[in-house]
Structure formats: structure tokens, C-alpha cells
């Protein structure tokens, strides 16, 4: 499950499509619309309890901080739905069907310099048993409840990733739909 992937190159965005691919980490720097999935595995009891992620303290950034089920950039030549597959099972260990749910910009300067100007595409799945996690990108995994995770949220900002805040904040209708 482990597979190693050159994903050093990820597209590069402007109205809404691909112009080059540059690796993540000039991009990071620099602040340059690219592509990223964020992927949102639920239970299949009504969507109550949400999969979330402890990012592995190896990231370069954002690490050690709640996040959603899985997330990435699609590399050259793969789509986006690929992308989604393929960062679930190298980072949960497992893969299910997936919903592409709906996408949007962000753009956030880090605590550490780095700046995430996204444009990030959403996926949704169920899934009910334990995942066979990556320690190598994952530090550690829990269930939560969207209505505890709000509440989290809430009082503990600084425990959850910026996206996962973004999406939960605006987005959270889209995803239970």
C-alpha cells in the first residue's frame, strides 16, 4: 500500500485549467494556484461520524494538525479522481468509491511562510472499518462527528489543518448532500 510516486510536479491553474506543472514545493513558496483533492471518508451510518487524519510530524507543512480523511495533489497525467484514489490508499491504506462533491479557491500564508493558493476538489466516500495507515504521512486517525468536529473547530483552531476549517466552515452542506 506504501507506493511510492513521483508527485514532485502538480498543475499549475489559471481559469480553471492546467498551464504547466512546477514541484510542490517552489509552488508552496511562491504562492501559485495549483490543483489539490481533499478526500472525506464517512461512515455508512447517515454520515454521522467523519474519518479525520493527524498529518505525520515528517510533513513539511501543516504537520502534526487534524485534517480531513486524506488529501493531495494530482500529478501530470492523472486525473482527479485518480488522484483521490491513489492518496487515500497510500495514506489510509484503503480504497472505496468516491463522489466528486464540489471545488473551490483558497489562499492562506502558513505559520511557516509557505502559502496555499489552491484550487481544491472534493471527494466523498463511506467506509466502515479500520484503515491501515501510512505512519509515514499519517501520524494518527480517529472518527469524529461533524457536530463535534464543529464544536472542536470552534474551541481549538489550532489543532486542524486550514482546509479542513475552510470546508467545514462553508462547505459543510455540500458534503452530506
Known sequence: MNEKID??????????????????????????????????????????????????????HSSLLWTNTSCSHPIKNESLLNSAHRCLKNEMGFDCNLQYKFCFIYNETLDNGLIENELDHVFVGEYNK????????????????????????????HLYTIWLKIIIKNYINKLIK
Not at 135 to 156: A, G, Q, R, T
Open 130 to 157: 479500520y484503515p491501515i495507515v501510512n505512519y509515514e504521512e499519517v501520524e494518527n486517525w480517529k472518527w469524529m462527528s461533524l457536530e463535534n468536529l464543529i464544536k472542536d473547530i470552534y474551541n481549538f483552531p
Open 7 to 60: 508527485n514532485s510536479f502538480i498543475p499549475i491553474i489559471k481559469n480553471n485549467k492546467i498551464i504547466g506543472f512546477d514541484k510542490k514545493e517552489i509552488i508552496h513558496k511562491k504562492g501559485i494556484l495549483h490543483s489539490a483533492v481533499s478526500v472525506f471518508i464517512f461512515d455508512t451510518n447517515k454520515k454521522i461520524n467523519l474519518m479525520l487524519q493527524k498529518r505525520s510530524y515528517k510533513k513539511y
